[in-house]
């Protein structure tokens, strides 16, 4: 029975996030003492809320300060936290949403609303761009930028080695490289409770529609890793025990 202050949770599901990956191969932005158990989310209803859904919410209103007619990219935009971002950009007054996706997963996007699915070059400048690739994708939307554009970027899946950012570049581009990172945001004061009740709220009024894969049997953990570093897969991947 729980004591004081605390509380039991009755775990449905555990989530897979791509961070997981990082920890596993040592790449995680904060080393993790071994013996390592991968996996940092647990809940009893609503998991693609918690680490994706804070994750869109973040990267739109606290990062990339979005305003209103802005053009943005969302990379990856089938995946967990991509395909919320899709939506949320649109509900937070984007006048153009364009996503980037893996080859067979264009149509989930425009599903979502997603105005096109775009590749680089653009045909457009972009306000705001979402990046959780890195590599030579962030390199290119780097690029993509209008003048006082704003790229995010909250991920390196593609693992390449990071590439120094010139200030004369971006001083030339009239634009910045914004990083992000979940952990200390939600340590922040109001930046738990209030985006996820605004989540919930939006999911409850059917202008929000989480995207969630066939979960995999607890036993199948690593096969999970495999299809996501494959790109398999798309939105929120939960683990059933």
Excluded: C
């Excluded at 305003?67 to 991509?82: D, L, M, N, Q, Y």
């Excluded at 693992?159 to 990083?179: C, E, H, K, M, Q």
């Excluded at 200390?184 to 009024?205: H, R, S």
């Amino acid at each position: 029975m729980p004591g004081p202050d605390e509380t039991l949770l009755d775990v449905e599901a555990a989530g897979v996030n791509f961070a997981d990956t990082h920890q596993v191969d040592g790449s995680y932005l904060s080393a993790d003492l071994l013996p390592y158990v991968p996996g940092s989310e647990v809940v009893g209803r609503a998991l693609a809320l918690v680490t994706q859904g804070l994750t869109a919410w973040h990267l739109l209103r606290s990062a990339a300060r979005l305003r209103p007619g802005e053009t943005v990219v969302v990379h990856s935009a089938a995946g967990g936290v991509g395909s919320l971002a899709v939506q949320l950009a649109r509900e937070f007054g984007a006048g153009r949403v364009l996503a980037q996706v893996s080859p067979g997963k264009e149509g989930l996007a425009l599903e979502l609303g997603a105005d096109a699915v775009v590749s680089y070059p653009l045909d457009e400048k972009a306000d705001v761009v979402l990046d959780a690739a890195g590599g030579e994708l962030f390199d290119r939307a780097l690029g993509s930028l209008a003048s006082f554009g704003r790229l995010v970027s909250y991920g390196n899946a593609s693992r390449s080695a990071f590439t120094p950012v010139d200030p004369a570049r971006l001083s030339r581009l009239n634009a910045s490289v914004v990083g992000f990172w979940l952990r200390p945001a939600l340590a922040a004061p109001g930046g738990f409770d209030e985006p996820l009740k605004e989540l919930f709220a939006l999911v409850e009024q059917g202008r929000l529609t989480p995207v969630a894969a066939a979960p995999y049997p607890l036993a199948e953990a690593r096969r999970v890793h495999e299809d996501l570093l494959a790109r398999r897969t798309t939105g929120k991947l939960i683990l059933v025990p």
